[in-house]
């Protein structure tokens, strides 16, 4: 068979989705496989195998991301890297993260069945600690491998029962001794879950990801007194809680002020001290996330809360400040990997269309060290960090396809 | 001397307070003298040794509370109770509950400087966990000794590291085996800072309390929807925390609707769940207290609540529901029990004015079981529930004599 001919076996990709699935159930019949967790580490164990048996040797760096490597005609090049996550969210569904590395592992499977030997090394990698819900930031070891975070800070930091993710991995096993990014990589490609509902409504199967909307993350301090909630009078009060939660209703509002043009403004964490009932809370803390198609948009929602905290202040009795801010989505996709993902759908006979991501994945990372494109499937309903998350095969198939085949056509030049 | 001469020994009364002050001591210069922790137990053994030095015999009932009693003529009779609670909030001062049991513990130490010998027994009680801040509901043990809860429920209630009520009793040696209430008392007499400004405002160092403020409470369960802040538009959101945040701004512009007529409404506690930056959260659960002096007035503003919820579910998507309700306030003090106290301090010469309380006190429950009258006492700013609360011994030593005689005249008789 020419190898333009080739096709992933779609039984074997559904099938190690659904094992990987029966690891880290959720309550809800979804998935809770938190990173560096017991299931975490069944996981991992499985998908080393899984590359060993592919022939790959597998290696894991210090932030636990592990690496399985199909060696090239010429192994000395710099590798084709393919990849996304294994960890899920607390209340997550199977394919998100899942979809991408499997992919990955799919496509080396696929080569092995046909005896393609290609120029270059392929590998691919689970990156660890993704999703952030056991150990925040989310995107941890992506970040450390590019450079962009510090690998002790990553190491130190801790679960909300305190332990560390250095000391978590170590647990599992999992803590290896590769160093850190620092070699030179061909290109990263990375399959995903839209995560959204446009794939799906559109009735396209391939999302050709040329770069994301763009993203600012804050948190803000909501300084309150306490006082006894009964005989306090209102007038003299400085409840935290209060001033929260005109935050949260303002967030909510600028997000639908920016609805019709695609732009969204959440808050799904709160912090609040003492939280008792009887007792006014004197501190509260209010995650909030900002996102846009355009830079102005996001700019534009930061400002119209910025410009809102002088009324919360009044309307509280509290001190309202913005206490960290962060941002992602401005890294730039590369040119030729884009083109070379429309490519070669249009090739393949494959629909697709160009799509922006609205979530944050490693790929926004490593950015910095490699020419990178992502490719979008469609999920039912766009649900995901859910545990009635889903896709069928028929949704993953077709971009499975156009990743074996963008990775064939980087590592065989 | 005559009795009716007779004065409380200030400096004793002041001291015992500021030795009190030293144990459990707060992180801003206050007090955090939880329940059953390893300070109330400090506290605990400090109080049965100075009642054992006063010649009290003490005894423990299966709740935890202490009861020191100095003997009557005919001791057969019900005795006189006064007391209040030694435990504090977890950000509290050093007045609050504690001004009322080391009152009661002064009345007996100046009644024996005096040879005073009483017809009744007179019992100094500290009653477990008054503030609920580690174990809810607060006035746990004064419930159960009154026959409003039952033993078994509250010997079960766990903190929030899972550690029952009777467990915690035991560690720190003070689950007693006096059984619970069953006998006669003449009557139950509670001096408590007022915990509000006004006595301080009027230059009135004596508040009669006639009664409470009407209290309602309720906890509201918010449902919402598990999914990712990125993708998911402003229209499919089902967020939990947006439908909370809704719930606490209405709660604080009900208690304002209020505010002339003295009424207010609060939140001050907020459970939400999963309650991580990346994903919409599913719960929150949300406590609500509102407080008027007219049972008129309360019902209106739960009222008002109940007809903004169909705007609230509207507004965030959620389902917003009422799961559990509860009241106080409306127990009737003993009007004899009242006057004695009026009519006192009218005799001693120290002005004195009608408060209602509008906070929880012990005394509540006690009404079922007694004739009960509380006094209170001044405090800066009527600031409580706060580690700067704080009172001066000018401020609390006309209300320990009026308390002394007031109960010397119950015993009497």
Redesign the interface.
């Known amino acids: 068979m020419k190898p333009s001919n080739i096709r992933i076996d779609d039984k074997r990709y559904w099938d190690s989705l659904m094992q990987s699935a029966k690891i880290g159930p959720g309550s809800q019949g979804g998935m809770s496989r938190l990173a560096l967790s017991d299931s975490d580490k069944e996981m991992r164990d499985l998908f080393v195998r899984w590359c060993k048996d592919a022939g790959c040797a597998v290696a894991i760096d210090r932030m636990g991301s592990i690496f399985a490597r199909r060696k090239g005609s010429d192994d000395s090049l710099p590798p084709v890297l393919v990849g996304s996550h294994l960890d899920t ?3 997550g569904g199977p394919f998100d993260g899942c979809a991408g590395v499997l992919a990955g592992l799919e496509v080396i499977r696929t080569l092995n069945d046909h005896g393609v030997q290609t120029l270059r090394p392929i590998e691919v990698v689970n990156w660890s600690n993704e ?3 056991r150990f ?1 930031p ?1 995107m941890m070891a992506s970040a450390v491998f590019a450079g962009v975070t510090p690998l002790d800070w990553a190491l130190a930091r801790k679960d909300k029962d305190g332990i560390a993710f250095g000391d978590a991995l170590k647990a599992i096993g999992y803590d290896g001794s590769t160093p850190m990014g620092g070699r030179k990589l061909d290109s990263y490609f990375e399959l995903h879950i ?4 446009q794939l799906e409504e559109k009735g396209i199967p391939v999302g050709v990801v040329t770069g994301s ?1 763009s ?1 600012r ?1 804050m948190n803000i301090r909501v300084g309150g ?12 009060r400085r ?1 935290a ?2 001033g ?6 303002a967030v ?1 509002e600028i ?2 002020g920016e ?1 019709q043009a ?1 732009g ?1 403004a ?5 912090e ?1 001290l ?9 501190h509260a803390q209010v ?1 909030c ?1 900002f ?1 846009h198609p355009e830079v102005e948009g996001v700019e534009r929602m930061v400002r119209a809360l910025e410009a809102r905290l002088p009324e919360i202040r009044h309307r509280s009795g509290c001190d309202v400040e913005i206490v960290e801010r962060w941002q992602y989505g401005s890294e730039a996709f590369s040119r030729a990997c884009i083109d070379l993902v429309r490519d070669t759908a249009k090739a393949l006979g494959i629909p697709s269309m160009d799509i922006l991501s ?3 994945h490693d790929a926004f990372h490593i950015t910095h060290v490699a020419p990178v494109a992502m490719i979008f499937t469609p999920c039912e309903k ?6 009635k998350e889903w896709s069928k095969i028929e949704d993953l198939a077709p971009a499975a396809n156009v990743l074996l085949h963008a990775v064939l056509a980087r590592a065989s030049r």
Do not use: Y
């Not at 839209?194 to 509902?197: F, I, K, R, S, V």
């Not at 959440?266 to 709160?270: D, G, L, Q, V």
């Open positions: 969210q607390i209340h999703e952030g819900a925040t989310a839209e995560q959204g509902p909307f993203i993350g007194e306490n006082a006894h909630v009964g005989p306090t009078p209102m007038d003299r409840n809680l209060v929260a939660a005109h935050l949260i209703v909510n997000g639908w609805h695609r969204k959440t808050s799904a964490r709160i609040v003492p939280n008792l009932f009887g007792i006014l809370p004197h995650t996330d996102r609205e979530a944050g766009g649900i995901s960090h859910n545990e």
